[in-house]
């Protein structure tokens, strides 16, 4: 029986010194055995080809296999017409001639393929819903458009994803999801990085009745992003998402604010005040059928600020996305309309 070679990225404990020099060239796969094991790596190349059942609409699907430099690689599958399927794995899983892919910060989606000459078989799965893939190579893989790294914390791993090219410094934050939106954060942070925005994804806060044991978390990573490179100091941000946003917001020293599904309450609303009193820019976003009223508290309690904007999508859950599994889509107008606030800070 083959032995599996699973390449992967890694970080150890204390390792961010090494993380910041290590940067610009993140590899997103590394062995993690020997010679031996690692006998058979994957082909590298581009591969185009389709994915949808038999007689269903078909979607347009391409995967990369890089190998940037020796000893690493790094697989990215993309989904042009549902953008929210597509992703970089951090981990590849290689046995024999099968490859499995699992999704990075979500594992109810994985990708398992297996080799035939020059083509890849297999399937999606997302939740327990699986649909055929096929893919054919069609040349050398696309250059990398940004790599993911997990980040060993002292209880879960928190998600680094970073644009390749960070010649040119840009904007960065920390997402901080609730256990509404952590299922899917993951898809947030795969359309920021795209788009060219750092983005440290955190685990959920353990105790979504105190924001206390968050803080010192959220200090950290905010004093990881600014020393990172490719992240520009003066563009640093938070976005965060539940109830307990508007109180992270109020302690570090930020360029921008997120705040997703925010509850209004006489505590809240004299934090938005103080948030107003420092012109600290925020952009409120709401999902889900009756957020309307929700959505019109919080633009009261801003003010009339240009720097500050308020949006509710009606088609869409607490998640900002539509659908489910995989026809999940984003609401309309997004990424792009958090894309572009954040670039006009």
């Not at 042009?80 to 999704?103: I, M, Y």
């Not at 990573?221 to 307990?244: E, F, I, K, Y």
Request: with cysteine; charged share 15%.
């Amino acid at each position: 029986m083959p032995i599996p070679t699973r390449l992967r990225s890694f970080f150890g404990q204390n390792t961010w010194p090494a993380l910041l020099l290590a940067l610009v060239g993140l590899a997103a796969c590394q062995p993690q055995h020997s010679p031996a094991d690692t006998a058979t790596p994957p082909p590298v190349g581009h591969y185009q080809g389709s994915i949808g059942a038999v007689g269903t609409p078909q979607l347009r699907a391409a995967l990369d296999i890089r190998h940037p430099r020796e000893g690493h690689y790094e697989a990215e599958l993309t989904v042009p017409g549902a953008p929210a399927l597509s992703f970089v794995a951090d981990t590849l899983l290689l046995t024999g001639g099968q490859l499995r892919l699992e999704r990075p910060a979500r594992p109810g989606q994985t990708l398992a393929l297996t080799l035939d000459g020059d083509f890849w078989r297999g399937s999606l799965t997302v939740d327990s819903t699986a649909v055929p893939l096929i893919l054919l190579k069609r040349g050398v893989p696309d250059p990398s458009g940004y790599r993911v790294a997990s980040i060993p914390q002292v209880e879960k791993d928190s998600w680094l994803f970073a644009p390749a090219d960070t010649d040119t410094p840009g904007a960065a934050l920390v997402l901080l999801p609730d256990a509404a939106t952590a299922p899917t954060a993951a898809i947030w942070a795969d359309a920021l990085a795209r788009a060219g925005i750092v983005v440290l994804l955190l685990p959920p806060p353990a105790d979504p009745d105190t924001i206390t044991p968050e803080l010192p978390h959220l200090l950290a990573a905010l004093h990881q992003l600014r020393a990172m490179p490719g992240v520009d100091t003066a563009s640093l941000g938070l976005w965060a998402a539940g109830s307990q946003a508007t109180a992270l917001a109020a302690s570090p020293r930020l360029a921008f604010f997120i705040t997703q599904n925010a509850v209004l309450d006489a505590t809240t609303r004299l934090l938005f005040r103080e948030l107003r009193r420092r012109k600290l820019p925020v952009l409120g976003l709401y999902g889900g059928p009756d957020v309307a009223p929700r959505a019109a508290q919080l633009r009261a309690a801003l003010g009339s600020r240009r720097s500050n904007l308020v949006r509710s999508y009606r088609g869409t859950g607490a998640t900002l996305l539509s659908g489910e599994g995989l026809n999940v889509q984003f609401g309309p107008g997004l990424p792009g309309e958090v894309v572009n606030w954040i670039r006009s800070r």
